[in-house]
């Protein structure tokens, strides 16, 4: 990916060298602002910047899946202090306690940059004549608009009404920050926008089924695709059915739109679940066949950042205090070296998975009081772990991370049909998920899914994303959008109930959290709604008071 590192470095410097912004100003530049007359004149040059788009875009993995997505879900533990010996990172976000001094994310999450370098691509190559095909210039117009759109999900789900930035102001040479201040538009029309750019990236990829970007077959899927605007279709289609937001009312009409996407997802691209479900993160294994687009990881070009999640060989409390499962002294099993542990996963986690459950001990390696593990200390991840350098002999992060997997279309399935009445649906659809989870264990009538109640199988495919989804950024979108009730009403979605609690339905009484401390010392496990309807509007996220200072026209989100 050497052309991605030069575009990315060239914009980078070109940015900072001609527009000169600061911290304290506006910030809406394009990474890949390069003189709108002298840039934009080959299609090699377009292309270039998409590889420059995507580079960017990976830069964002960690904020957009754990800090957006997951960090604020309920699955990591609220203790401050690791089994690890270290402060936990996050608390406050882990506690649901954001304020306008405890905001998470300054300005939006600073996506603004990701959304000009869209808005700058779009205006410059749409009405282009250089391409040498019509076909390569409306694959790479699909990529930018659903991008875009994805760009404001984000944004969407996370604040509710947002600028609606869609043209290259700075680019252009418009850096008046006075000119550029911009009101937050209101919920319902960002959601048409995110609707209107999905159709638009439809149309311009037309009846593509490939994964091919640039004649690049090997690196397709790290690149935005068709299968990657229909799955976004599908979640976008899926939130808006259940969830209100301001004056955009929920509506089941959209249920029919996402349950085609993810159809279409399933059956028209060539994906397939692997066998393995720890063969989908191996290094060895990369654009396997159920990914659908994920960021690149490689020792020699970028680490996939999830170092934080493993327990520390030299600096530790685990190392030579804990047993691992079979009763052995804790010895760096995973041969991890000098980290520092920041995040874990509450030990309830750990205790939904069954013992048969693949997924368990592929996604964590769990430490014990006792070496009769009997006693759980806690939980280190080890998905993403990646592989043992060749040159240092300990772990390299190089597992890639998929934004998009097909097990999500599956999954997302069976919510579509239980808000349908059709348990067949639902029952279908996880047990896909479940028999390949319990490889050669798997026996329908020991591990398949029975449904129940409306209640029932909403978290029965919650805990099914839980154990499926670790690290992929989905449990706080999750608890957000799925409900206590087919009414969807504003206070009937899980986060709300004690059903969105990652320990719901467990027997807790005899169960206790992570603690580098002993067992007798380890705090017992809770379940609790994440947020009391007394602080609804915490769903959202505020703005940070600078943000709020340098545009008079943004307003606060409600509630702080």
């Known amino acids: 990916m050497k052309k991605n590192k030069f575009f990315s470095l060239f914009s980078a410097t070109v940015v900072a060298a001609s527009l000169g912004l600061t911290s304290c100003e506006l910030d809406l530049a394009p990474i890949d602002y390069y003189g709108a007359n002298s840039f934009w004149t080959t299609e090699a040059q377009a292309i270039g910047d998409i590889h420059a788009m995507m580079q960017h875009f990976r830069t964002f993995d960690f904020q957009t899946n754990i800090?957006?997505?997951e960090i604020r879900g309920g699955a990591y533990t609220l203790e401050t202090t690791g089994s690890d010996g270290s402060?936990?990172?996050?608390?406050?976000?882990?506690?649901?306690n954001l304020s306008v001094t405890n905001y998470g994310v300054a300005n939006f999450g600073n996506y603004w940059g990701l959304i000009a370098n869209v808005n700058l691509f779009i205006a410059r190559v749409e009405p282009a004549d250089y391409f040498s095909s019509e076909e390569t210039k409306n694959y790479c117009l699909g990529?930018?608009?659903?991008?875009?759109?994805?760009?404001?999900?984000?944004?969407?789900r996370a604040y509710g009404g947002v600028p609606l930035r869609l043209i290259p102001d700075v680019a252009d040479g418009n850096y008046d920050p006075v000119t550029l201040y911009m009101k937050r538009a209101q919920p319902s029309e960002v959601m048409a926008q995110i609707k209107k750019d999905i159709t638009t990236s439809l149309n311009y990829f037309g009846n593509q089924t490939t994964f091919n970007f640039d004649n690049e077959s090997g690196n397709a899927k790290y690149y935005w695709s068709k299968a990657a605007t229909e799955m976004l279709a599908g979640e976008v289609y899926l939130w808006n059915s259940k969830v209100t937001i301001g004056d955009q009312a929920a509506d089941k009409n959209d249920l029919a739109t996402a349950k085609t996407h993810f159809q279409n997802v399933i059956n028209n691209y060539g994906l397939g679940l692997q066998g393995d479900f720890s063969a989908v993160f191996d290094p060895e294994n990369k654009q396997n066949s159920e990914i659908i687009m994920a960021f690149k990881y490689d020792e020699n070009e970028a680490s996939n950042g999830f170092s934080g999640y493993?327990?520390?060989?030299?600096?530790?409390?685990?190392?030579?205090?804990?047993?691992?499962?079979?009763?052995?002294?804790?010895?760096?099993?995973?041969?991890?070296?000098?980290?520092?542990?920041?995040?874990?996963?509450?030990?309830a986690l750990w205790y939904q998975y069954d013992e048969a459950d693949t997924r368990r001990d592929a996604t964590f390696i769990s430490s014990w009081h006792d070496k009769e593990a009997t006693q759980l200390r806690g939980t280190f991840v080890r998905k993403?772990?990646?592989?043992?350098s060749a040159l240092t002999s300990y772990r390299t992060y190089d597992s890639d991370r998929a934004i998009y997997r097909l097990p999500l279309a599956y999954l997302s399935l069976a919510e579509i049909a239980n808000m349908e009445g059709d348990n067949t649906?639902?029952?279908?659809?996880?047990?896909?998920?479940?028999?390949?989870?319990?490889?050669?264990?798997?026996?329908?009538?020991?591990?398949?899914?029975?449904?129940?109640?409306?209640?029932?199988?909403?978290?029965a495919i919650l805990h099914e994303k839980d154990k499926e989804f670790v690290q992929e950024g989905q449990r706080w979108w999750d608890v957000c959008r799925m409900s206590v009730s087919s009414a969807c009403g504003?206070?009937?979605?899980?986060?709300?109930?004690?059903?969105g609690h990652v320990a719901y339905g467990l027997a807790v009484n005899d169960l206790r959290e992570a603690t580098s401390k002993s067992w007798a010392e380890a705090n017992s496990i809770t379940v609790q709604p994440l947020l009391s309807t007394e602080n609804a509007y915490r769903v959202l996220w505020p703005i940070d008071t600078s943000t709020l200072s340098s545009d008079t026209e943004l307003e606060q989100t409600p509630g702080y």
């Open 384 to 388: 993403h772990i990646g592989s043992i």
């Open 143 to 156: 990529m930018a608009y659903g991008m875009r759109a994805y760009y404001y999900f984000i944004l969407y």
């Open 425 to 459: 649906g639902v029952k279908n659809n996880i047990n896909k998920i479940r028999e390949r989870a319990y490889g050669d264990a798997w026996s329908e009538d020991v591990y398949g899914y029975t449904p129940g109640s409306f209640a029932e199988n909403e978290v």
């Open 490 to 499: 504003t206070t009937d979605h899980l986060v709300f109930h004690n059903e």
């Open 87 to 96: 402060n936990l990172a996050a608390a406050y976000l882990r506690e649901q």
């Open 67 to 69: 800090t957006y997505g």
């Open 310 to 347: 493993c327990y520390s060989a030299t600096t530790g409390l685990t190392l030579g205090n804990a047993f691992d499962i079979n009763g052995e002294t804790w010895a760096d099993p995973l041969r991890i070296g000098g980290n520092v542990h920041y995040y874990q996963y509450s030990n």
